[in-house]
């Protein structure tokens, strides 16, 4: 697939989406910087990063549409930043180049998504970074750190440029990949090997024979179709106004599945969250506030939900004005039972159970979720269980 990517028969241009992991977003992290890349056969041509990073597009849209519902606790705009709101990578994807061309931006072949997490692997490889109009020296054991406060702290407030650091940051380290030579390649292909199953890296191209190339090299991230009787857990965070937290908040999983005597299945999934910052540390010591969703098989019915809360901040309701988003009408549908505080909404080929999480530093919380399956295992039809 390497070759179509990188331009080897005409050039490409792509639409760059540098997450933050740290702010944990569904397709990877909250979109703080992009770039548009121009690739031709395996070189860089250009590279354009605005310096006031996503929100560049955001003063650019000219039709508002309603974000939604938990995201109008920060938006009540359907913002280009907040679109990667589908844990499915293309439907994100889609959703981003249409307020891309909402806002009138130039034509791209496609998405790329690269985690702040992957960048850290590239600092391994080519080592410090000397960064002498800032003061700073990047490794891969400061680069968060270094980074936020960069970005959000230190930056010429009056020419509003929060984002020029990492486009500087990003100009260097490519150049200095342009020229490790031969030695770095392998480690340079290992870590990109590495970054595929952790979803580091994610792809989406509007051509669809190399979208296919895509899926097939597992760089989608797409939401695979399930089969028949096939049970699915898919748990999808996303911190809205919790602050830099996720690196310091730890998900310990359990599931159980029963088959009872009459072929029925019952699922129950244990979500222990732990706050593992310090109150009031930079970045990392704020109240880590989340929408988790939790996705099954289609039609699964809930039993039980305990632990979900009610958010703590007041919800911002949109103008009347602003229009719906057709994409996001399944979820208005959803049902929400107020006593358990959780919604229950088919999206595609699933059904999540959607509720707020919100975890102090030094607190542990704990989500219980007990359902039941939508197909049973009977004396008539013998199946092998499996979850994927």
């Known amino acids: 697939v ?10 490409m241009r792509y639409l760059v989406l540098f997450q933050n992991d740290a702010e944990a977003r569904p397709t990877g992290g909250f979109i703080g910087s992009i770039g548009i890349v121009d690739i031709e056969k395996g070189n860089v041509r250009k590279i354009y990063m605005p310096t006031g990073g996503s929100y560049d597009v955001q003063g650019a849209l000219r039709v508002n549409y309603r974000s939604p519902e938990p995201l109008q606790y920060v938006n009540p705009r359907f913002e280009f930043h907040d679109a990667n709101w589908w844990p499915d990578f293309p439907t994100s994807a889609r959703k981003l180049l249409a307020l891309w061309d909402n806002a009138q931006e130039p034509t791209v072949d496609g998405v790329i998504a690269v985690n702040a997490s992957f960048f850290e692997r590239l600092l391994t490889i080519v080592g410090p970074v000397e960064m002498p109009a800032y003061g700073k020296r990047i490794d891969a054991e400061n680069f968060f750190f270094e980074t936020q ?9 009056k020419a509003n440029t929060p984002k020029k650091f990492l486009r500087d940051l990003a100009t260097v380290v490519i150049e200095k990949l342009g020229v490790s030579g031969n030695a770095a390649l392998l480690p340079i292909a290992l870590a990109f090997l590495d970054a595929i199953p952790e979803r580091d890296i994610q792809a989406y191209l509007i051509d669809p024979a190399l979208q296919q190339k895509v899926v097939g090299a597992r760089l989608s991230g797409a939401f695979m179709p399930l089969a028949p009787s096939e049970d699915a857990l898919r748990i999808v965070r996303t911190n809205i106004g919790g602050g830099k937290t996720d690196h310091v908040v730890r998900d310990t999983v359990t599931h159980t599945t029963t088959i009872a005597d009459d072929g029925s299945i019952e ?19 704020a109240r880590s506030r989340d929408f988790l969703r939790v996705y099954v098989p289609k039609g699964a019915t809930l039993i039980r939900a305990d ?20 994409d996001l009408a399944y979820f208005r549908t959803g049902a929400i039972d107020p006593e358990q505080r959780v919604q229950v909404t088919t999206e595609g080929d699933r059904t999540f159970f959607g509720g707020w999480v919100e975890v102090n530093p030094g607190e542990i919380k704990t989500i219980a979720l007990t359902y039941r399956l939508p197909f049973s295992f009977t004396k008539e039809r013998v199946a092998t269980y499996r979850l994927r």
């Open 2 to 11: 390497l070759p179509a990517l990188l331009g080897h028969d005409h050039p």
């Open 149 to 157: 406060k960069a970005v959000e702290l230190e930056y010429d407030r």
């Open 267 to 285: 699922d129950q999934v244990t979500i222990t969250r732990v706050h593992n910052g310090k109150r009031g540390a930079l970045f990392q010591g």
């Open 307 to 326: 632990g979900f809360s009610l958010p703590t901040r007041a919800r911002e309701i949109p103008p009347e004005e602003y229009r719906d988003d057709p």
